[in-house]
């Protein structure tokens, strides 16, 4: 069974995690060779760099 969405738009969360409710046998039962071949990478976004260490004597 496939997870809702969230109610946070994508990108606002520092962090991307899911909770994982489905059984291997659910989760192989959805990626069907179609839905493999219409898939598409998530995009990655990395958080912008802060500022560099101070250096250490």
Same mark, same amino acid.
């Given at each position: 069974?496939?997870?809702?969405?969230?109610?946070?738009?994508?990108?606002?969360? *520092?962090?991307?995690?899911?909770?994982?409710?489905?059984?291997? &046998?659910?989760?192989? &039962?959805?990626?069907? &060779?179609?839905?493999? *071949?219409? *898939?598409?990478?998530?995009?990655?976004?990395?958080?912008?760099?802060?500022?560099?260490?101070?250096?250490?004597?």
């Amino acid at each position: 069974m496939q997870q809702p969405p969230k109610d946070t738009p994508s990108g606002e969360d *520092a962090v991307s995690r899911s909770d994982l409710n489905q059984t291997r &046998e659910e989760v192989l &039962e959805y990626w069907t &060779e179609e839905r493999i *071949a219409e *898939a598409k990478p998530r995009e990655v976004r990395l958080p912008k760099p802060g500022p560099a260490p101070a250096s250490q004597d």
